[in-house]
């Protein structure tokens, strides 16, 4: 996670990654009603851009990441806003056990398509969730393996909509329901491309 710790600093420098974080946390609230009192998990928060615009709308909120130079971005930005339902926390879920809280809503903004084992953060999400809790992840469309452009590699292409609900409902998720939150518009070799960013809403029973 090395190349996010050195992009940490200049994060929140790029319009279009602001505006998408806002742009689905309209889709979220489109989709469930979010409450003062609800207990949420963002993993693989990176600089908190999502759960900033949703600190309002919940209740305590842990940011949860591998990076810590993203952490430390983070942490700066809540201490200067002065919010005090956030809290930052170093958490790789891939190989750590998994934390004793839980939370009645996990989410996630572009972060499923960089875990290899998809199945078994699905499985992870579902265990750390109370009872009744509801898992949503903003995620790539299948797509050709230009969206990044950056040099990032070992990822995910995105992901066929009928596929991730079928691992979703094998990790104990029913409910799964997918719309279109949001569609990210990219220059790839002086070529205006669109990525689709779907929402899924999973429940828990």
């Not at 949420?40 to 999502?50: D, F, K, S």
């Not at 040099?151 to 066929?160: C, K, P, S, W």
């Not at 799964?176 to 960013?197: C, G, I, M, S």
Request: net charge negative.
């Amino acid at each position: 996670m090395t190349n996010f710790d050195e992009r940490a600093k200049d994060w929140d420098s790029d319009p279009k990654k602001v505006e998408r974080a806002y742009a689905v946390a309209e889709a979220i609230r489109r989709t469930i009603p979010l409450t003062a009192d609800m207990s949420a998990l963002e993993y693989g928060c990176g600089t908190g851009l999502l759960s900033f615009a949703l600190q309002a709308d919940l209740g305590p909120i842990t940011l949860a990441d591998t990076s810590q130079g993203m952490l430390d971005v983070l942490a700066e930005k809540i201490a200067a806003a002065g919010v005090t339902n956030m809290r930052p926390v170093k958490l790789d879920l891939a190989a750590e056990p998994l934390p004793a809280e839980r939370y009645q809503l996990t989410y996630s903004l572009l972060t499923l398509h960089h875990i290899h084992d998809t199945q078994d953060i699905l499985r992870k999400f579902h265990a750390l969730l109370e009872p009744g809790g509801i898992l949503l992840v903003a995620d790539l469309d299948k797509e050709d393996g230009t969206f990044h452009t950056d040099g990032t590699t070992d990822v995910h292409l995105g992901f066929e909509r009928a596929e991730l609900q079928r691992q979703a409902e094998a990790a104990g998720f029913s409910e799964v329901a997918f719309t279109t939150a949001v569609v990210l518009h990219k220059k790839v070799d002086d070529v205006e491309k669109d990525f689709p960013l779907f929402l899924m809403v999973a429940h828990k029973k």
